[in-house]
């Protein structure tokens, strides 16, 4: 299989949260249940948004997720069971290219 086939089921998936608590706690879950490779918690996150007709400014924290593809649907479930937000952040993006051993890597954590 090529780098680029195997990408192709590779997601990084995009999460924000109020605070670092959260994110930590969703990258934890997520891992410990096999849902995600790793997570990256990063903070210091602006967001500008438009919410229920207000533009809002709040600091957030994102997190990064690695998951295969198949995966994602369960992921996402559990995310919305664990965000306190009523319409999380929840965007998967498909990794196109990639290390071979590290996408092998990301396969076989969330196997």
């Not at 919410?51 to 924290?61: H, K, L, N, Y």
């Not at 196109?96 to 969330?110: M, N, R």
Request: contains cysteine; hydrophobic residues 40%.
């Amino acid at each position: 299989m090529t780098s680029r086939s195997s990408a192709l089921r590779i997601l990084v998936v995009l999460v924000t949260c109020p605070d670092r608590r959260t994110a930590q706690t969703i990258g934890r879950t997520l891992v410990e249940e096999r849902l995600a490779a790793c997570a990256n918690v990063v903070p210091g996150l602006t967001s500008i948004y438009r919410w229920q007709g207000r533009i809002c400014r709040d600091s957030e924290v994102l997190v990064l997720l690695k998951t295969r593809r198949s995966c994602f649907p369960t992921l996402a479930r559990r995310v919305r069971q664990l965000h306190p937000y009523s319409v999380p952040e929840i965007v998967a993006l498909p990794v196109v290219l990639g290390s071979p051993t590290y996408l092998a890597w990301v396969a076989e954590s969330t196997a």
